[in-house]
């Protein structure tokens, strides 16, 4: 299983807006993804009621994995959103 432990970059944590941005990068990533916090359970990526009740903060850390093909690289994009917190979906995830 791959994994990616990342802190939320975005201030407001994985909520509305972000929240929105991470999922269509989930689901577009074509491999099926889960995130937890590191405590908590893993719930499906894509899924923007599941992601958005993590309530995830912003600077807490969140745990991204996939066994799926292709895991690696779809895990490396999905952390860097996140750890950047970036404003909109960038054409490259």
Not at 43 to 65: D, F, K, P, Y
């Amino acid at each position: 299983m791959a994994e990616r432990r990342v802190n939320v970059g975005w201030a407001e944590g994985l909520h509305a807006r972000p929240a929105s941005i991470f999922v269509r990068a989930a689901t577009s990533s074509g491999v099926p993804v889960t995130i937890a916090k590191t405590d908590g359970t893993p719930v499906n990526a894509a899924s923007m009621l599941a992601v958005l009740g993590l309530g995830a903060q912003g600077g807490e850390e969140i745990v991204l994995a996939s066994d799926a093909d292709g895991a690696e690289a779809a895990l490396d994009r999905l952390a860097k959103l996140v750890a950047e917190g970036l404003d909109e979906l960038p054409e490259a995830v």
